[in-house]
């Protein structure tokens, strides 16, 4: 054995070998229990970053333990490898997306390999190419079928830079997520997927994600903003039209006072043409349409309404009431119409106030008056006041009451809200997977036949940003024939966000060869749902509650057998250097090729995960890399002075009190990592509970000529299988140098002896007159009386004190005895 760890050496040796010898090729093994544990693949920016190493070395320990375990384990990685930045480089570059995308993929696939992550490359899946979105499309056509895709006219996000739409997820405090621009609206013809129709159970079947993180459950749970309440119809003065209204409290409908419409309400014009209001009106619709959702809506932003020189009547008091229109209602919630009720919502409150409007309270605290005048809007619970028959009710009570009596009336019924919105699939971009329609004069949309499949991108494209498809301008791709009648024929333009190539990779990599299907029933069957899902605390919303919506679209289909894909969330955290998230703007990157480069990929992985448990942000520390490497060279040093003999004087049969204490610790020691890793993730405290028997085994081996040498080879063994998940390349070494033959990560996890655990004899501390004398080992179960009994029949006690005078004898279990003599 060398006496040098040369981590380069070994980890390129190791890497090779494993890679030869297949040691992670999945193994349908089906005769053990099977594993999935997943990581979010990466986009193929070009390099890997600290985040990627974070999340990927996390789920390498999860993977590799739960081999050792015994699993059938599946641990596959691919790449989501649509989207912008390919098309943007293409752009400024004129390196064509497919070359800069695959050769992003050739250098991150090769720093992953240097960081020796237990991937079966076998099963690589990469969203760009088209043997993968061929069944990207083929799921389109499958939601195409079910009614859950279509295409409609709306106002769409847009960024005048990027020049294309963006989802509302995209838009971050009304500027492009990606550039940073000031987002606009812009009205086009767009595909949409009705995950709408699946807002109920992808709520409902939160409750079923027990191994979710809350706050990510709690996240979903407001994105799809489930709220109840009711419609109420409410007529135009002087016309035949009518007005429907959504609202949480039905129970504030005697206070309403006014009454708003969304600018882009669609009575607003009819309401409004040829009088003296439709000028200013128009003008108001212009300037609330070039404000974002988020502006408009969010709290800081000035109020600003219209009246429009109408009225309505309120169905329950036959009152009338001013329309006005404003900035702050949005077309696409609830019915895009609001009653306004200015005594109890603060909005209302703050827009009635402006505009002088009356203010009505209908609810009281219990017991009191209302004030004669309101300083701001009452929101809780009270008694209703100024409502007719409801007059004395417990709001709570009278809105049920009310919803009632406008269901009778046939003026209204209670209703269910979702905040959330069918998702917006199409962009009008190159490099995305296209969307397989094509469009007829004469038979109208029609689906591309699955044996057509893949609509393949074209290369003879110009990348100009023109805000449309670049496909639009290639008449090759443009113009085809009709599937249906023969006849000339125009393809869809658009492709599809990249979000829907990345509701589905885990199903591909269950069978990702599969030539005739998205993927096998028997594989998925068999591998999903996935154990353990790992990524970023970004990803809760969209992808995740995207990827559940496929699998229940799926699961209706009687494709797969499951609703559910991720029984298991982590999300970990950031990796932070000097308080703030390592960017390139920021200037605060540390690279992992460089940290590989001077330490090697076990010192790299081990830091990062000794740094802070998994789900929390990490502080990136220089000092804790060379901490991490120091501990390896620690290790590597222990065992070759165990392999090379040079400091042993006598292995012997026999235990000694020492030989029984090494062997508690070693039997604790398995027991701290296995339930550190196995229940918590706490990797940092499995790492530490691994330091202190390395530093317990040194002390073993200086204080003690003799030892035990089965309770040494076996604490040697067990260091370096609990090591194993954690630096792989390393323990492997490490495990040959200690006469294996077999690799380190094909071994069972290492299982402890409980009654090793327990702690039968400590060392105690003998003092005569406060100074100590000497050591030795005690029963650990004594108490005081008998641990003084036990110290004063020692001989060498006797020894201590001999011809003196006892005075007096203090035991302190565990620890001591002092013994004052005179
Ligand atoms: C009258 C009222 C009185 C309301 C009151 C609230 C308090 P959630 O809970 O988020 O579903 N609203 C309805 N549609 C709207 C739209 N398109 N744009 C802006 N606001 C809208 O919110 C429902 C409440 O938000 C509704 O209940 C309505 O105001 C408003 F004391 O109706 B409420
Ligand atoms: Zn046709």
């Not at 693949?41 to 974070?54: E, I």
């Not at 384990?73 to 752009?91: C, K, Q, R, T, Y």
């Not at 650990?780 to 020894?799: I, N, P, R, T, Y």
Request: proline share 6%; charged share 25%; aromatic share 10%.
């Amino acid at each position: 054995m060398k006496e040098k760890y040369s981590f380069k050496e070994i980890e390129t040796k190791w890497q090779k070998i494993w890679d030869d010898m297949g040691l992670h090729k999945v193994k349908d093994n089906r005769s053990k229990p099977k594993y999935y544990a997943l990581e979010m693949f990466p986009y193929p920016s070009g390099n890997l970053h600290m985040g990627h190493v974070r999340n990927y070395s996390i789920g390498d320990v999860v993977a590799r333990f739960k081999t050792m375990q015994g699993y059938n384990v599946l641990h596959p990685m691919g790449w989501d490898a649509f989207g912008l930045p390919a098309e943007n480089a293409a752009i400024k570059h004129g390196v064509p997306p497919a070359r800069w995308t695959l050769s992003n993929i050739e250098n991150m696939r090769n720093q992953l390999k240097r960081l020796g992550f237990s991937y079966d490359w076998e099963r690589e899946v990469t969203t760009c190419l088209p043997d993968y979105y061929k069944w990207t499309q083929w799921l389109f056509l499958l939601f195409y079928k079910r009614g859950l895709a279509y295409k409609k006219k709306s106002a769409v996000n847009w960024c005048p830079d990027c020049m294309t739409v963006l989802a509302n997820e995209q838009v971050v405090n009304g500027a492009c997520e990606r550039c940073g621009a000031q987002v606009g609206k812009k009205e086009l013809a767009q595909w949409f997927f009705k995950i709408t129709d699946y807002a109920d159970r992808l709520l409902k079947d939160i409750e079923l994600l027990k191994g979710w993180p809350d706050k990510v459950k709690i996240m979903q749970e407001n994105w799809i903003g489930r709220s109840e309440g009711a419609e109420v119809r409410f007529k135009v003065a002087e016309t035949d039209d009518e007005i429907t209204v959504y609202t949480t409290r039905p129970d504030t409908i005697y206070g309403v006072t006014f009454m708003v419409l969304a600018p882009e309400h669609p009575l607003v014009e009819k309401l409004t043409r040829g009088t003296a209001y439709e000028a200013a009106a128009t003008e108001f619709v212009q300037k609330a349409q070039a404000l974002n959702e988020i502006a408009r809506t969010s709290g800081d932003n000035e109020k600003e309404g219209l009246f429009i020189g109408v009225h309505v009547i309120n169905p329950l008091t036959g009152e009338k009431i001013p329309l006005y229109i404003a900035n702050y209602v949005l077309m696409d919630y609830g019915t895009g119409a609001v009653m306004g009720v200015p005594a109890h919502d603060q909005r209302d409150f703050d827009f009635a106030t402006k505009y002088n409007l009356p203010i009505r309270p209908v609810i009281v605290p219990e017991g009191t008056e209302p004030p004669a005048v309101m300083e701001e809007a009452f929101e809780a619970q009270g008694i209703m006041i100024n409502s007719g028959p409801f007059n004395g009710l417990p709001n709570e009570e009278a809105l049920n009451k009310i919803i009632k009596y406008l269901e009778e009336k046939g003026i209204g019924r209670g209703t269910v809200n979702f905040r959330l919105r069918d998702w917006l699939i199409s962009r009008q971009r190159y490099w995305g997977a296209p969307i397989p329609i094509i469009y007829c004069d004469k038979c109208g949309t029609v689906p591309v036949p699955e044996e057509q499949l893949p609509v393949m991108l074209p290369d003879d494209v110009e990348f100009k940003p023109t805000g449309q498809s670049p496909l639009a301008e290639c008449p090759s791709f443009l113009n085809t024939t009709c599937p249906t009648c023969g006849g000339p024929a125009k393809r869809e333009t658009d492709t599809m966000d990249t979000f829907i190539c990345s509701s589905w990779y885990f199903l591909r990599y269950c069978s990702p060869h599969a030539a005739e299907v998205a993927f096998e029933r028997a594989a998925v069957d068999y591998w999903m749902p996935v154990e353990q899902y790992i990524g970023g605390v970004e990803h809760a919303i969209l992808h995740l509650l995207y990827s559940r919506f496929f699998a229940k679209v799926l699961y209706d289909a009687g494709l797969v057998g499951f609703e559910e894909p991720f029984t298991n969330l982590l999300t970990q955290g950031m990796v932070l250097k000097d308080g703030a998230k390592m960017s390139k703007s920021k200037g605060n990157v540390v690279s992992p090729e460089e940290i590989v480069a001077k330490y090697g990929a076990d010192t790299a992985r081990l830091f990062i995960l000794f740094a802070a448990p998994p789900e929390r942000d990490l502080e990136w520390s220089d000092q804790g890399v060379e901490g991490a490497f120091r501990f390896l060279n620690r290790v590597w040093r222990l065992v070759y002075n165990y392999v090379s003999g040079l400091d042993d004087t006598a292995h012997v049969e026999e235990m000694s009190p020492a030989d029984r204490e090494m062997r508690r610790i070693t039997h604790v020691t398995i027991k701290r990592v296995t339930d550190d890793i196995s229940q918590r993730f706490n990797f940092n405290t499995a790492i530490s509970a691994i330091m202190e028997m390395v530093n317990a085994l040194y002390q073993y081996r200086d204080k003690n000529e003799k030892r035990n040498s089965a309770v040494e080879a076996e604490a040697m063994n067990s260091l370096v299988l609990l090591l194993a998940p954690f630096a792989p390349h390393i323990a492997e070494e490490l495990w040959h140098e200690l006469g294996f033959t077999d690799s380190v990560h094909t071994q069972p996890w290492p299982k402890y002896d409980p009654a090793a655990t327990v702690q039968d004899e400590v060392e105690i501390v003998i003092q005569v007159n406060g100074k100590v004398k000497e050591r030795m080992m005690a029963p650990a179960s004594l108490d005081a009386g008998g641990l003084q009994q036990f110290a004063m029949d020692q001989e060498s006690v006797q020894k201590l004190i001999e011809g003196k005078q006892v005075v007096k004898v203090v035991a302190v279990p565990k620890k001591l005895v002092n013994i004052v003599v005179k």
